[in-house]
Structure formats: structure tokens, C-alpha cells
């Protein structure tokens, strides 16, 4: 497992908590103000985004690579794929990058916290960045929970299940719980963060 946040999960994290600072990320959105593309400018029209923008219906979600920064050494193959696969579950079709082939929106997500042993608790940040946009519009925080459940040889010895497994369907709590939240903030449409101005 490394910690290492690519380049480009960085900035889009960095552009996001901007506008969405920790400890006000919980249930919040982005904002962009006009933006001017190349062609725009060489013309000298601005381009105009909408205030609110939704994914589309049925729209392509890219998954970028899940980092994990919870200090905690946790398997994480096929994360990714779970990731997709609950977002998927909202009407979406969701893929990891670069296995699909265009992206109506890219969703980074970082598990920040993975922890207890009564009941496991995983949380993730996690934002959405639309197509042709700089700044995301959804920076926030989910959570999943679970209670490790023994189970029993002949009903009556019990085995304690694997952590590992145990860790896993918390995240996957969690990422049910955020793909409810993208889903959720489609409702209105994002609506853009005031302030703030992309290039």
C-alpha cells in the first residue's frame, strides 16, 4: 500500500478544499464562476457555465485510482471496482479511468479512516469533477459502519471473522453511502461556489 497522492488527485483535491475547507466539507458543493476556454478567448466571448449542472442521466462516471490515507495498511485490490459498482447501482454507468471511454464526470475519493473493533467504522472524502470543469462541484465526506458477526461452526463454536473482510465491507459501506450522496445531490444540480474562478 503506498500513500502517495497522484498529481492530479492532488489538485483536484487542493481546488476543491479551496473552496470547501475541512471541517466544512460535510454535505457541500462547489462553485465555478464564468470560465474561458481558448477558443473563447481568441474570440473574446466568455464561456458561461450553468450554475447548476447535474451528471447526466445515465451519464459515465470515471472512477480515478482510491487512495488510501488512512494510515492503516488495508487491502485494496478491486477497490476500485467496488466503488464503481455502487455507483452503478444509482443509474450510472461507472468504470475505473481509462476503461471507459468518455467521462461525463470523474469521482476521487481517498479513505481517510479506518478504525474500531466492536463496530468498525470506514469514512472517505471524496469529490466529483464534471466534464470541462476545473473545480469540482461535490466535496464532501462519507461514512460506512459495520459490527464484525461471528460466525459459528455447528452453532455453536463461533469464528471471528477475517479483519480484513471486516474493513472491506466498512468502505464498501462507505462507498454505498457516497454514491447515495452523488446521487442525491443531482436532485436540484450542483450549484456552483461563489468565488471562485477557473482559467
Known amino acids: ?23 466544512q466539507a460535510a454535505d457541500s458543493v462547489a462553485v465555478l464562476l464564468p470560465v474561458r476556454s481558448a477558443h473563447s478567448q481568441s474570440s ?9 449542472r447535474k451528471i447526466p442521466t445515465g451519464g459515465t462516471v470515471c472512477i480515478h485510482t482510491v487512495q488510501n490515507l488512512s494510515g492503516r495498511t ?8 467496488e466503488l464503481a459498482a455502487q455507483i452503478s447501482q444509482t443509474g450510472y454507468r461507472a468504470g475505473k479511468q481509462g476503461t471507459v471511454e468518455t467521462c461525463d464526470a470523474t469521482v476521487y475519493t481517498e479513505i481517510v479512516r ?16 464534471l466534464a470541462d470543469e476545473q473545480v469540482p462541484r ?20 463461533p ?20 454514491a447515495l450522496k452523488i446521487e442525491a445531490a443531482q436532485a436540484g444540480g450542483m450549484e456552483l461556489y461563489p468565488g471562485v474562478e477557473q482559467h
Open 1 to 23: 500500500m503506498s500513500s502517495k497522492v497522484p498529481v492530479a488527485s492532488f489538485l483536484v483535491s487542493a481546488a476543491c478544499w479551496a473552496v470547501c475547507p475541512a471541517g
Open 44 to 52: 473574446g466571448n466568455a464561456r458561461r457555465f450553468l450554475r447548476f
Open 74 to 81: 488495508l487491502d485494496m485490490r478491486d477497490v476500485d471496482d
Open 114 to 129: 479506518v478504525e474500531g473493533s466492536k463496530r468498525i467504522n470506514a469514512e472517505v472524502e471524496f469529490r466529483v469533477l
Open 138 to 157: 461535490l466535496c464532501t465526506r462519507a461514512q460506512g459502519r459495520v459490527r464484525p458477526l461471528a460466525s459459528f461452526v455447528n452453532s455453536l463454536v
Open 159 to 178: 469464528i471471528q471473522k477475517n479483519s480484513a473482510i471486516t474493513q472491506r465491507e466498512a468502505i464498501v459501506a462507505a462507498f454505498t453511502d457516497q
